[in-house]
């Protein structure tokens, strides 16, 4: 199963991201998060995001849905660090946060694959709101 | 050598601790008002580390405070300038450095910014500052000024290049956001930048 990890500087937006999502999922999806810093100040903890990537399963890849400039930076920083065969199975997906975790909750508990999972959220994460 | 450079790095942190008020002013401007607040926990915590060490080497201070910023400081100052000191320590000596060295240090630095950041010169980010040193360097080494002089003058580049910001629009990072508006108001980034040059220059001329 593809994992997926939230990260965005607000702790709240994090684990509200990761309870919606989970509303949707068909089957086991392991959903991590990495907000914020301190407990719930502002900002982007790069050691989190490190543990977290370590920690979680990544042998059917780990989907990454990051909100603003430091998040993706810190993101982008931490994966360089890992062995690159585990860098080419986590991908941060370009995707609005909350639609893209939704989807990819739906997606990849549906056992879709890395590229498939990928493939559905960078596609239709931004729906036309205005025609539901 | 290297107790001489944990010293700079010390006042840097003291310097940067001083301005935190400023720089978050300047961020509230035009960004999300925590530069100040960031980079005041992030050369706070380096401090403590710093004061309770002992380096053989500048490759092990430079790669101790890259990781203590980027493990503390929690915005894109903290991977920014954490990766730019990160390259900075794969270069430098422990020797006595000349010209050509800081040519080289500053563009590893520069490297490691645009690495992480994407940005180009004229973007109203940090590198504003940084490039327009590095550029100052790289003159006089070519036309073979001595250290003194360079320095002088590396300082007096980056104090333009942080002024230059003013009149930019931002296109990078969280100030671009706010477009044209973002204009009229000095970098903040820019000026932490200018903040760490002018600490290390100034002290080693004194």
Redesign the interface.
Known sequence: MVNILIISHSLKIAEGTKELAEEMKQDEVDIQIAGGINNGELGTDADLIEQKLKNMDYKDGIVVLADLGSAVMSFNMVKEWLPEEKQNLIRLANAPLVEGAVLGAVEASLGKSLEEVMATIEENSIINKNNL | MASETKKLFLETADVIIENKEYLTELDAAIG?G?HGI?LARGFKKLKEKLENENFESRNELFKLTAMTL??NV???S???Y??AFLNISKVISDEQLELDDLVEIAEEAIAGIQK??KAEAGEKTMLDTIIPAAESLKQSRDNKHNLDTALSDCLDSAAEGMKSTIEMQATK??ASYLGERSIGHQDPGATSSYLILKTFIEGYLK
């Open positions: 999300d925590d960031n980027i493990s929690g915005g894109a903290g991977p920014l954490g990766t992480r950041g990072g969280r």
